[in-house]
């Protein structure tokens, strides 16, 4: 081979023409999609815009985010949703602290140690999890937790039902992100001498923490408007229970469930505003969860 045929610059690939009929298929492709995605908004569109509608009244209340119900009549619309605001983030609080740590510790067992029959015993448990409807969690907490050991209804009760609908969620997100950190890291860590261990927690979990953060914000999202749980575990109240280990706390599901026996304008009023309450706080998850994603993606160069 020349010189001359050395410097000579690559020939640049030649493209052909894309003939009439695939150029057809291809519209009629691309407006077949966009039909379809029209058509599955339409009801999404329809269904925030009532609930806006019949509920944007009740959360300019001066009183929707910091009172209760207590003493309130039920043809009178006054006192707020302060109660079961607090229910709902103090029942999915506790679940993420459950839930979350667990479902790393297995993400990383599967990811970097499993192997064999437990590691597919593990995932088969998983994948079970992941198909459980809510109720079905709600009445085996119901029959462990209440006919087995004898506690009472409370809010923890409802925590333990949505760790198994949080668990699922959480090592599959958790699962895909490290295996997303590339081997590379992990072989260069090992010729330095350092453990596997030690590589774990200062290479793997650091470079995933992104995608873990995110992984474990949608699924406490996707817990938060769970009604089931709180419909068997706990009981309901107009009033105001930091104690999650006793007595009645009342979260948002629970709380518009309790409205429909209230035909009045004012619990029809209540009930729209709850629901509103209730998509917004799933929203507001939902963006923390984008933001984290976008701003702190896993860096692979």
Known sequence: MTTTELERPARPPVFHHLSTGR???????????????????????????????????????????????????????????????????????????????????????????????????????????????????????????????????????????????MLPVVVRSCEEMLRLVPQELREASYALGIPKWKTIVRVVLPTALSGIVTGSMLALARVLGETAPVLVLVGYSQSINFNIFDGNMTSLPLFIYNQFTNPTAAGQLRIWGAALTLILLVMLFNLIATVISRFSAIKTK
């Open 23 to 165: 150029k057809a298929r291809n519209h009629l492709a691309t407006v077949l999609v966009s039909l379809a995605f029209l058509i599955a908004l339409v009801p999404l569109v329809w269904l925030l815009a009532t609930v806006v509608i019949k509920g944007w009244r009740a959360l300019v209340s001066p009183d929707w985010f910091t009172h209760s119900l207590k003493g309130v009549l039920p043809d009178q619309f006054a006192g707020g949703i302060y109660h079961a605001l607090y229910g709902s983030l103090a029942q999915a609080l506790v679940c993420a602290v459950i839930a979350v740590p667990i479902g790393i510790l297995a993400a990383i067992y599967l990811v970097e140690y499993g192997r064999g029959w437990l590691a597919r015993l593990t995932t088969f448990m998983v994948d079970i999890l992941s198909g459980v409807p809510s109720i079905v969690a709600a009445l085996f907490i119901f029959a462990l937790w209440i006919s087995t050991f004898g506690l009472e209804q409370s809010a923890f009760a409802v925590s333990l039902a949505l760790v198994l609908l």
